[in-house]
């Protein structure tokens, strides 16, 4: 593990330690806490200038790999909580022990966990039924854990952004099955708070959602609202669209836990509403229409 040159941040006090705090939940959970006051290590996988702008707003910033339990358990030293995330792909079960170990040798607390709403013990995604694993065996250390299981984020949207842009189609095979978009930044807002008071939320599952359940109809239209320009949903088979998404580059890990929770997703596990966003957060969840708004150089040319 290496350290990066830091910027000045507060001192005396135990830190708050945020993986994954150059990706899109914990960078703006890092970002909340540190405009809060709170002392932030930042755990990256590489330092780039996503890290070098953590750094500069006051972050202890280091390098690390989260399989190696010798870094994680430094990146751990004087935390008192932390949060967990680990990228849709083969290892999340042994970073999670790993991580489960160091942050027990290092004293830590409590630890905000990511996983997924597709999370459990028959799924047929080898990425769902390892998150729900990797649930079990934080709970079994010694760490008091929260768990976070989010409905398919709002950022999924900017990824197929191209059929938007060029097209006006949003094309998946989701059918007509319905969920609640969530933006990176309200779940960061979640993280941020659990963070700061982990005790009240010790040993909860927290499913988070959006602000409005819609089918794939009604994003599409609230994209042309947004954009002003017509969009339409087309739905696909599974299949052709698991051939597509190989095509652009998916790796196989991926493409079979999106083979399989567009089954789940058809059959309504990733729909629901409810208030933990705005209680737990402070603020009410972003719109579908206020985030293609806020990402509108996405979708347009």
Not at 18 to 27: D, E, I, N, P, S
Not at 109 to 121: D, F, T, Y
Not at 135 to 163: C, K, M, Q, Y
Request: glycine share 8%; charged share 20%.
């Amino acid at each position: 593990m290496t350290t990066e040159p830091q910027s000045n941040s507060p001192t005396g006090t135990s830190a708050l330690l945020v993986t994954g705090a150059a990706g899109k939940t914990g960078g703006y959970a890092a970002r909340l806490l540190l405009e809060r006051g709170h002392r932030v290590r930042a755990l990256v996988h590489r330092f780039d200038d996503r890290a070098a702008q953590l750094r500069d707003r006051g972050a202890e910033v280091v390098v690390g790999d989260l399989n190696d339990i010798d870094a994680v358990r430094e990146a751990a030293t004087d935390v008192r909580a932390a949060y967990f995330v680990y990228p849709i792909a083969p290892g999340l079960l042994e970073a999670t022990t790993t991580f489960a170990q160091a942050a027990h040798e290092a004293g830590v607390g409590s630890v905000v966990n990511m996983s997924q709403i597709s999370a459990r013990r028959g799924s047929a995604s080898d990425a769902a039924r390892t998150h729900w694993l990797a649930e079990r065996v934080l709970d079994w250390s010694p760490v008091n854990a929260t768990h976070l299981r989010p409905t398919f984020f709002a950022e999924w949207l900017t990824i197929f952004g191209g059929a938007i842009r060029s097209e006006g189609v949003l094309r998946l095979p989701f059918g007509d099955g319905r969920h609640a978009p969530i933006t990176a930044e309200d779940q960061g807002r979640v993280i941020a708070a659990i963070l700061e008071h982990p005790d009240e939320h010790a040993g909860q599952i927290y499913p988070l959602f959006g602000a409005v359940e819609m089918n794939h109809y009604e994003i599409a239209e609230a994209i042309s609202q947004a954009l002003g320009r017509p969009v339409r949903y087309e739905p696909v088979d599974i299949p052709t669209w698991i051939e597509a998404i190989k095509a652009q580059g998916f790796p196989p890990f991926l493409a079979q836990h999106l083979s399989h929770v567009a089954v789940d997703y058809r059959n309504g596990i990733f729909a629901g509403t409810n208030d933990i966003v705005e209680r737990v957060g402070g603020k009410k969840p972003t719109t579908v229409e206020e985030f293609i708004i806020a990402n509108s150089a996405t979708f347009t040319d």
